[in-house]
């Protein structure tokens, strides 16, 4: 090694040792790595951690061997102003042989020899490129645990968040919900990760719990809402309950105004809700459940009294609508008719007796709409010529 490269070489190790100094410090303060030396961990996680652990210690022997080196090529270099032959060929040793020594580990005595234990020697870039492998090691397992825990801790947290807010919901219902077993195991769950979090994924127990409080939460912040709004709500639906009879009321006009002119199976009859809707709404102002569920009765109750309405307008729709489609049967007839007679076939005998089958069908009271548009389409085909 000349003179100009043992200044360099000496030069760059020591940057090279600054900067793993810098990498292990800001190793020891990373926030997991504090965590973990501390923590009670068991199962997969303890057994990564104790390798991880191994190795660093590993790391840190190799590390305060690799410094010896440096600072006995640094004593070298400042001994004197200009390096000597005997000051470059000690630096050549130290920075470019198997310079750094790993003392050999004293083993348990079941496992020892009689023989002397020899001491491994590396040269400068081995000890580097071991103490890289371990260093990897331990930021390996710590970005596994930390991966784990910033994906699970935070919805832990929210899932915490959620049953505190169900319980503060409760308080102000003045009601209680059963989840001591959903307590128990939201606990449970926190601890395996805190202690484990290399172990058996804790994700869809965690799915489940979270979906259930998350819907209890829901459902409880509804029913506070139900509670402070029912007075005005029943005096919609009171409200809501006088259309579905005005409605119901029309339905029945229609089917009386109806019958007498088209002929309606029995159920076409309209059918009344309002008593069992009324009595649901009764049934609720007394009700001693709690607003969770008296707020999913109001709510199915309140559905239930549109539909109705809108069923009764429905239903008075389409009886008129029945009226409409004979008079439009009528019509068509009529201009059957005419066609008849523009092409010479108004005294065709079979012409003339579809038409006068089709024109007592539509002129019956009540008119049976089915026999009467199968008239209408039959007299239609003879008179175009079609098969009748």
């Avoid at 005005?232 to 029309?250: F, I, Y």
Wanted: hydrophobic share 45%; net charge negative.
């Amino acid at each position: 090694m000349s003179r100009e490269g043992a200044e360099h070489a000496l030069r760059a190790r020591a940057d090279e040792r600054d900067r793993i100094s810098g990498d292990l410090l800001d190793l020891e303060s990373h926030t997991t790595y504090r965590l973990l030396k501390d923590a009670a961990l068991r199962g997969a996680t303890e057994r990564r951690w104790a390798a991880a652990q191994e190795a660093l210690a590993a790391l840190w022997s190799l590390n305060d061997a690799y410094r010896v080196v440096l600072r006995d090529a640094e004593q070298v270099r400042a001994a004197r102003g200009r390096l000597g032959a005997d000051q470059l060929a000690r630096l050549t040793e130290l920075l470019g042989g198997e310079s750094v020594v790993l003392r050999a580990v004293t083993k348990p005595v079941e496992q020892r020899s009689l023989l002397p234990q020899a001491d491994e020697r590396l040269t400068l870039d081995a000890a580097v490129t071991r103490m890289d492998a371990a260093f990897r090691e331990v930021t390996g397992a710590l970005n596994d645990i930390d991966a784990v825990w910033n994906a699970v801790l935070p919805r832990l947290d929210a899932a915490e968040a959620d049953l505190r807010r169900i319980r503060e919901l409760e308080r102000e219902l003045g009601e209680a919900a059963d989840l001591a077993v959903q307590e128990g195991e939201l606990a449970g769950l926190r601890a395996a990760v805190v202690a484990d979090p290399l172990g058996p994924s804790v994700g869809p127990d965690l799915d489940r719990l979270a979906r259930l409080l998350a819907g209890v939460r829901a459902e409880a912040e509804t029913a506070l809402v139900v509670k402070g709004e029912y007075a005005r709500r029943r005096e919609n639906l009171l409200a809501e309950l006088d259309r579905v009879r005005a409605a119901e009321s029309e339905a029945r006009l229609a089917h009386g105004a109806v019958v007498v002119k088209i002929a309606l199976p029995p159920q076409a009859q309209p059918r009344s809700g309002i008593e069992a809707l009324t009595g649901g709404l009764d049934a609720l102002d007394v009700s001693a459940d709690p607003w969770v569920r008296r707020a999913k009765r109001l709510t199915a109750l309140e559905d239930d009294v549109r539909k109705a309405a809108e069923q009764a307008l429905a239903t008075a729709k389409a009886l008129y609508g029945l009226v409409g489609r004979r008079d439009e049967l009528r019509g068509r007839l009529v201009a059957c008719q005419a066609m008849a007679v523009r092409k010479g076939l108004a005294e065709d005998a079979t012409a003339l007796e579809l038409y006068e089958r089709a024109h007592a069908l539509l002129w019956s009271a009540p008119c049976d709409l089915t026999k009467a548009a199968t008239a209408v389409e039959n007299y239609q085909r003879a008179i175009s010529g079609g098969k009748r």
